[in-house]
């Protein structure tokens, strides 16, 4: 009996490219890390109605130093209001042009807002989003009886007093492989809610509480339900073991309210290091410290 012929592939801008397979002749693909405030922007993907997103930014900028049309693949989509320091892209296109014209050059065409810090180029093989295997977040409180005139839009501002241990005693139950409906949005369009969160740190940096949330993925609003969750416990309202029922619910309405977009960071993703991509520090400026290095006390 014949065995069934394997099928041919097929080129797709920005698509996957199998093993053992090349770009069209005269392409070359390229992967820059992204920083960005997401204050004033409308979120990560290009939309028709919107056009203060990063990606219309950043494929507008591209194109105009490739002199050519430049579409992107990202890491991951990031909410209104949603921050970056390590976001990764990718993009295939004919222009011969140097490392640093894809970062000092495009920056010059970008809004203060949006910076490339890096470049690479890359092998065919690797994909933005699904060359990745993990996904580092952080997410920045002040606590305090009145918000700062600094960074208000870069942090989460509670009058409340937060007990960080109870947060941290009740972040426990959400470490390991589990089903997160309850902590993702009723938009979310991930096939499984099925993730492994491998750490999740909540400390006191300076006047701010940071959580540290490393998963091999993220479902939509699952940082932001997770914080909400865990404020909650921190304020006194719920005893930690609510984050244990809420999860074992697998009900979005049975948690607590989506925290706020603000204080919210993307940090780092993690690929193979057959890809060789540049190692950089998570940030963001107000949190100088490696990942995994929270004062945990």
Known sequence: MMQAREREYIYKTNGEVPAGEQLPDGLRRFALGVEYCGA??????????????????????????????????????????????????HFDTHAQRPERAWIQGVNTKLPDSVRVRWCRKMLPQFHARFSAHARSYRYLIHSAPTRSAHSAAEVTWTQHSLDLGAMREGANYLIGRHDFTSFRASQCQAKSP???ITRLDVARVGQLIVLEVSADAFLHHMVRNITGVLMAVGRGERAPIWVKEVLDQRDRSAGGVTAPPFGLYLVDVQYPREFQLPQCEPGPLLVPLSLGELPVV
């Open 194 to 196: 099925v993730r492994e």
């Open 40 to 89: 004033r922007l409308h979120g990560f993907q290009k939309q028709k109605s919107a056009a203060e997103t990063v990606q219309a930014h950043l494929e507008r900028a591209l194109s105009i130093i490739a002199a050519e049309p430049i579409t992107l693949v990202c890491a991951g989509r990031t909410d209104a209001g949603v921050h970056a320091t390590n976001q990764v892209i």
